[in-house]
């Protein structure tokens, strides 16, 4: 038995986002409220795009965000804000754990309300 939100209904709740979210980066799971960004990074905003088939793109192909020597990224979060704001989703990573100052991208950033359940 398949269990759906029709793309009407997706789309109906991806227009509630913002217009603009932030995304960061976080060295272990974030939870429910955000917590645990990687010290020393600064969120970076993305640009959403209309919902259409139940996917809201954002228009940037990738955001960089600058990492510090030791750090490690686990997660991606996504925030309303570039300070404070509301958690409004994570995603979890390969961990990447950097020797050298560097740069994490982000790309191919999409926002989809598909249900999964096991």
């Known amino acids: 038995m398949a269990n759906n939100y029709t793309d009407t209904t997706r789309?109906?709740?991806l227009a509630a986002l913002p217009?603009?979210?932030?995304?960061?980066?976080?060295?272990?799971?974030p939870g429910?409220?955000?917590?645990?960004?990687?010290?020393?990074?600064?969120r970076q905003s993305v640009t959403?795009?209309?919902?259409?088939?139940?996917?809201?793109?954002?228009?940037?192909?990738f955001?960089?965000?600058?990492?510090?020597n030791g750090e490690t990224v686990e997660f991606i979060g996504?925030?309303?804000?570039?300070?404070g704001g509301n958690f409004i989703a994570s995603i979890e990573v390969q961990p990447t754990t950097f020797?050298?100052?560097?740069?994490y991208r982000i790309s191919d950033i999409s926002f989809?309300?598909?249900?999964?359940?096991?």
């Open 78 to 83: 996504v925030f309303t804000a570039l300070t």
């Open 19 to 29: 217009g603009t979210l932030y995304m960061s980066l976080h060295d272990i799971d």
């Open 99 to 103: 020797t050298q100052d560097s740069v």
């Open 48 to 61: 959403l795009q209309a919902a259409s088939n139940g996917v809201r793109p954002v228009s940037e192909s």
């Open 11 to 13: 789309n109906l709740m």
């Open 32 to 42: 429910q409220v955000g917590n645990n960004e990687v010290a020393g990074t600064v």
């Open 63 to 68: 955001v960089d965000i600058e990492v510090n």
């Open 112 to 118: 989809d309300l598909n249900l999964t359940c096991a």
